[in-house]
Nanobody, 122 residues
Framework: QVQLVESGGGLVQPGGSLRLSCTAS????????IGWFRQVPGEGREEVSC???????NYGDSVKGRFTISRDNDKNTVYLQMNSLKPEDTAVYYC????????????????WGQGTQVTVSS
């Protein structure tokens, strides 16, 4: 089972940028689809973005045009570049893996990372 470690969270002012990283314990290109989810305490999980094992990407409506997902195959790492951040982007961000070409969901997955906190505040 692949293990995932997120990093890159922190405190940023509105309008700022952060880049999150999700490093896997094994090769993910061609094998695992990786998604980013976020959760605010007391609320449900929201799917932010996903990159399928063979490359296609998708985004949630709330982040389209602001966030970009990418993958470095040599480093087994998926990145989430977050620009034009808003206070409502504040959440714990998790990366999630699912073997195959489908994007993981909050009920269909193989592995979750431990999460990284993103806080957008002035």
């Amino acid at each position: 089972q692949v293990q995932l470690v997120e990093s890159g969270g922190g405190l940023v002012q509105p309008g700022g940028s952060l880049r999150l990283s999700c490093t896997a314990s094994r090769r993910i290109a061609d094998y695992y689809s990786i998604g980013w989810f976020r959760q605010v305490p007391g609320e449900g999980r929201e799917e932010v973005s996903c990159i399928e094992s063979d490359g296609p990407t998708n985004y949630g409506d709330s982040v389209k045009g602001r966030f970009t997902i990418s993958r470095d195959n040599d480093k087994n790492t998926v990145y989430l570049q977050m620009n034009s951040l808003k206070p409502e982007d504040t959440a714990v961000y998790y990366c999630v893996a699912l073997y195959g070409r489908r994007c993981p969901t909050d009920t269909l997955y193989d592995s979750w990372g431990q999460g990284t906190q993103v806080t957008v505040s002035s």
